[in-house]
């Protein structure tokens, strides 16, 4: 995984688990990759891995059976879709519409990239 610096890798990881959900790699009461597993798979401190379930976690996305693991809490792919829906508009989007005016350009114009 190629990580970027506008975003810190625990982040990162927690939205690359959250993007396996919604494309279904994973359903709802799924056990997801262990700590250790997806440590080892992208390189990186298991720490890390523990911090993105952690957060994960506290958003209600997921949820840990002591000493089984990770699982996929039910109705999760609609609370990531809810999540990411709110961010784009709260975040993104004021940004995106700031460039548009600076650029001068309208929604007219992004019309044939769509």
């Known amino acids: ?16 688990l959250c993007e396996r959900i919604v494309e279904g ?3 709802d009461d ?3 990759a262990s700590v250790r597993d ?9 720490n890390t891995v523990v911090r993105s379930f952690d957060h994960l976690q506290q958003a209600g996305i997921i949820y840990n059976k002591r000493g089984v693991g990770y699982f996929v809490a039910p109705d999760a792919k ?5 999540l990411q829906r709110k961010e784009f508009l709260e975040q993104e989007l004021p ?3 700031q460039r548009l005016s600076m650029l001068g350009l309208s929604f ?6 769509f």
């Open 78 to 82: 609609d609370l990531i879709i809810a």
């Open 25 to 27: 790699e994973w359903k």
């Open 1 to 16: 995984m190629d990580f970027k610096k506008q975003k810190s890798i625990y982040q990162q990881i927690a939205d690359m």
């Open 30 to 32: 799924d056990r997801i």
């Open 95 to 97: 940004d995106f519409r």
């Open 108 to 113: 007219d114009d992004l019309k044939q990239y």
């Open 38 to 46: 997806v440590a080892v798979q992208l390189g990186v401190n298991p």
